[in-house]
């Protein structure tokens, strides 16, 4: 979320600043032109009212046209400005450089025009940093209400153009720091706004990974995401009260019924007593009264497991699966089987000793059941950067792709195991305890028949 959100708050900042930079940008050009006609209009003004009284070509006033062309010059070697007075008929009666003519076309001749017409001309078209153009100002020299010269400046644009591209350079240092300033806010903003967010995902994770007791400190962050964090914590205590209860009514319901079915069994033995021998009757009643026996006391492991908290220690994984292996060869052997262990010999993961070693009982049990004699099963101890696996193969009947989905559900068996010993809860109890301390159970095909069930446990422990 905060790879979306942050790029979103970027780009919505960035946009604000260009749109004040780039007005701003323009109103910088603008006003350093605007400062540059000002200047010339009143240079004009001044160079208008010497040539006032020089009206003629030719005639007594050569001394004012002499002090005229004096100021002209002057301006144009000091400034690098083009200046001239004309006539209506475009001949000059002073102007510097002396090889100057006004232009035929464009603005020097526009702003000629509207001189003529008795009004300073219209502020020039802007001059941008990348154009060479120039700055061409006129103003009409009026005597006796008429117009009968015309004073233009041509000027360059270069010291201009200069200052407008320092104030932009100004205005994007201004722009650079405002959006380093606007990508920490940013960073910030989403961080204060993520913060709950993320940590309501952490105690989602370690609420669905079997960790009831976590909850979310709503300290910070929007009020709305304090409320909702307020919300989850409440949900979780009910869930947790929920299942608390759940767990209490299993515990106590397989413990109560253990002394009713303790007493049943006695009665039936009595009862066999007054009965031929080898009565088949009695023989099925004891079998289901053993069966129920054994249910009670798996749901009871497993109201137990589900309920108790892992001890995680650093083990060896590769010694415990030998030492659970060599428990259970006996019984394989009995059975016709050939239990074998492979892989790593000594490889540590974190994991609770006793509850693997129930897990790993519970699969090397089932393997050993419903494997054919003469078979294998081979369980592989095998390690990479994160996790240990243990994998029991075995040789059986195997399970089709709709039954891999069910495996491991309470109390559910194969249709073709049904009247094989057991319960169908030794690997929902398995699960209980892996699942406790951060382990897995996973079931897959073995080719070319049978099952593999992988247990997995993190390398990685609390300190970690």
């Not at 301006?75 to 008929?89: E, L, M, P, Q, T």
């Not at 702003?111 to 120039?134: C, I, K, M, Y």
């Not at 262990?341 to 049990?365: E, N, Q, R």
Request: charged share 25%; net charge negative; proline share 5%.
């Amino acid at each position: 979320m905060r790879t979306r959100l942050l790029p979103l708050l970027i780009v919505l900042m960035a946009a604000v600043l260009l749109a004040l930079g780039f007005p701003l940008a323009v109103s910088v050009a603008a006003a350093q032109q605007q400062s540059v006609v000002i200047d010339r209009i009143d240079d004009t003004a001044r160079f208008a009212a010497l040539a006032q009284f020089v009206t003629e070509p030719t005639g007594s006033n050569d001394e004012r046209r002499r002090v005229l062309q004096s100021e002209l010059e002057m301006y144009d070697s000091v400034y690098g400005i083009r200046a001239g007075v004309f006539y209506r008929d475009d001949t000059a009666m002073a102007k510097a450089p002396a090889d100057w003519r006004l232009p035929f076309q464009g603005a020097g001749r526009e702003a000629f025009r509207e001189a003529l017409l008795g009004r300073r001309s219209h502020d020039p078209p802007q001059v941008w940093p990348w154009q060479r153009g120039r700055v061409v100002v006129a103003s009409p020299v009026v005597r006796d209400g008429d117009v009968v010269a015309v004073v233009v400046l041509d000027s360059p644009t270069g010291e201009m153009r200069t200052r407008t591209l320092r104030g932009w350079l100004l205005i994007a240092v201004g722009e650079v720091v405002a959006m380093l300033v606007a990508v920490g806010a940013a960073i910030r903003l989403t961080g204060w706004v993520l913060l709950p967010v993320q940590t309501l995902d952490a105690a989602t994770h370690d609420i669905a990974s079997g960790r009831m007791r976590s909850r979310v400190a709503a300290s910070g962050g929007p009020p709305e995401l304090r409320r909702l964090a307020r919300s989850f914590n409440e949900m979780a205590d009910n869930v947790e009260e929920v299942l608390e209860q759940q767990r209490a009514f299993v515990a106590d319901a397989s413990h109560q019924l253990r002394n009713p079915l303790a007493a049943l069994l006695l009665r039936i033995e009595l009862l066999a007593l007054e009965l031929p021998e080898g009565n088949e009757e009695i023989a099925s009643v004891r079998t289901e009264g053993k069966r129920l026996g054994q249910v009670l006391d798996d749901l009871l492991d497993l109201a137990l497991a589900e309920h108790a908290a892992a001890d995680l220690q650093l083990t060896d994984i590769g010694a415990l699966t030998a030492e659970r292996v060599a428990s259970w060869r006996p019984f394989a052997e009995e059975n016709g089987v050939r239990l074998t262990a492979d892989g790593a010999s000594a490889v540590t993961a974190w994991a609770d000793p006793i509850a693997l070693s129930s897990a790993l009982d519970a699969v090397i049990d089932n393997a050993c059941k419903f494997t054919p004699a003469g078979e294998e099963v081979r369980v592989t101890v095998a390690a990479d950067r994160d996790t240990v696996t243990v994998a029991v193969a075995d040789r059986g009947p195997g399970l089709t792709d709709e039954e891999l989905e069910r495996i491991g559900d309470r109390f559910w068996r194969s249709a073709q195991h049904q009247n094989v010993q057991g319960s169908g809860l030794g690997l929902s109890i398995s699960h209980a305890l892996l699942a406790a301390g951060g382990g897995s159970l996973s079931y897959t095909p073995h080719e070319p028949h049978g099952l593999r069930v992988t247990v997995a446990v993190p390398r990685n422990g609390p300190s970690d």
